[in-house]
């Protein structure tokens, strides 16, 4: 494969830096985008970029979307994890829009997309219940189809967990089961429910960050108008399979990797151990050049995968599971470099980055570094987990070079 810089790219990269140069509010920008951004944030950098007609950087032009190739989306992520901007509703950008895109009706797409084009309406995902994670077709969350005067309706009862920002968002998209007579995968359907329906109770889980973005979700007889369906009933499953197939190139987050790797390097050349820089010590020097050649070789994977879905090859699905594994491991590898590196600081734990600090008590620079990082480090511990785990994606790999 080819990695000389393609001229075309070169033009697209000034093109998305002079935008983030003049167009992009200076509190949009150095933002410490550890795990996640504030939801005003989210919402605000929504509609800059929809105001630039870049509101929807990884959809075809014909649902409104950019149009742009994998190449260029690669590009735009890395300037503005290098500028440091908020990230974008992931949920809504990368799960939800394809979805609706693909699947939705003509008016539920007129309900629901403006609404993500101008940041009005944040989205969390419901699919994980308490024994279905791994194992998602077995959910249990029922949804019965109630006729009635005032509308037809499904009352759905049940719990989701690990549900992420349920508590910060507007809506869920919903995996339900409508038919418990079927085989599993047959019996699910795919629900929008707005998060201020009566009968939705959302408990928060504080998660080893000592932050909360976790939740468990509770769903006692909610009424969910049957227009809010999408696709028919039974096809649920086929939806979920469309969405978790998306996104390959991105899975890697690597403009947040590199950004880590760049502060790695900038304490090892000013942090100290016994005396000697870190960076002058050949154990942690050998590390951060291992770090380094892996967060290349990263890139060049990605770059792979990115030129595979461009060309639609079916093939880019089991690297996008090895890319998951790869990009997910290296994550923790220079979460945990970071926190070394950071020494005294490291050790000790922080309140959650985006809560407010008290400000008679302001943190030095080096504890605002660690601050974020040592909370970091303990999140990715959980990036080998949700959105598929390590272990299942190695199954998927085994499966499909078997198939191929
Ligand atoms: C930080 C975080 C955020 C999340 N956000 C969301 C969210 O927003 N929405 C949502 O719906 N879900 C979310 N999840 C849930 C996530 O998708 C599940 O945790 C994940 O799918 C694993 O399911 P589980 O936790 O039930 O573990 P299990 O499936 O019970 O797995 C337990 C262990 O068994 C292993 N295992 C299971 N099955 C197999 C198999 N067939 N072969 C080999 N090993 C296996 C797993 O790898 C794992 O090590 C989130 C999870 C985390 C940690």
Redesign the pocket.
């Given at each position: 494969m080819d990695f000389q810089p393609d001229s075309g790219l070169e033009a697209f990269r000034q093109e998305v830096r002079q935008f983030l140069q003049t167009k992009v509010p200076a509190d949009l920008k150095g933002l410490p985008r550890s795990t996640r951004s504030r939801c005003e944030e989210v919402m605000r950098w929504q509609k800059v970029l929809n105001a630039q007609s870049w509101g929807a950087p990884y959809w075809a032009k014909e649902h409104g979307g950019t149009g742009w190739s994998v190449p260029q989306i690669l590009v735009f992520d890395e300037e503005c994890g290098a500028a440091g901007t908020p990230s974008q509703d992931p949920f809504a950008q990368k799960l939800l829009g394809p979805v609706m895109n693909a699947f939705a009706s003509p008016e539920q797409k007129a309900e629901h997309m403006p609404a993500i084009f101008n940041g009005q309406r944040l989205w969390?995902?419901?699919?994980?219940e308490p024994?279905?994670?791994?194992?998602?077709a077995s959910l249990k969350t029922r949804a019965e189809l109630v006729k009635s005067v005032d509308g037809d309706h499904y009352v759905v009862n049940g719990q989701?967990i690990?549900?992420?920002y349920a508590h910060e968002s507007d809506w869920i998209f919903l995996l339900v089961r409508t038919n418990p007579e079927v085989k599993k995968q047959a019996g699910i359907s795919f629900l929008l429910v707005d998060m201020k329906t009566p009968g939705i109770t959302v408990r928060p889980i504080r998660?080893i960050d000592d932050a909360h973005?976790?939740n468990e979700v509770f769903f006692d007889d909610v009424r969910v108008p049957v227009k809010n369906l999408v696709g028919a009933e039974g096809q649920g499953w086929n939806i979920t399979k469309f969405l978790l197939n998306n996104e390959h190139a991105t899975t890697a987050d690597l403009p947040v990797q590199k950004r880590y790797m760049q502060q790695l390097r900038q304490l090892a050349t000013t942090q100290r151990m016994g005396g000697d820089r870190l960076i002058e010590r050949p154990e942690f020097a050998l590390k951060l050049a291992r770090l380094d050649a892996e967060l290349q070789a990263l890139g060049m994977f990605v770059q792979r995968v990115a030129k595979m879905e461009q060309e639609h090859n079916p093939a880019s699905h089991v690297l996008g599971s090895m890319l998951k594994i790869r990009g997910t491991e290296l994550q923790q590898k220079i979460s945990e470099a970071m926190v070394e590196a950071l020494g005294d600081y490291g050790a000790v734990a922080y309140p959650d980055p985006h809560e407010d600090l008290d400000p008679a008590q302001p943190l030095l620079p080096l504890q605002e570094v660690a601050r974020s990082m040592a909370n970091n480090m303990f999140f990715h511990r959980?990036s080998t987990?949700?959105?598929?785990?390590?272990?299942?994606q190695r199954?998927i790999i085994a499966k499909m070079l078997f198939h191929l």
């Open positions: 969390c995902q419901g699919f994980s024994g279905s994670g791994s194992d998602l989701k690990w549900t992420s998660s973005h976790l959980a987990i949700y959105g598929g785990t390590s272990e299942v199954s």
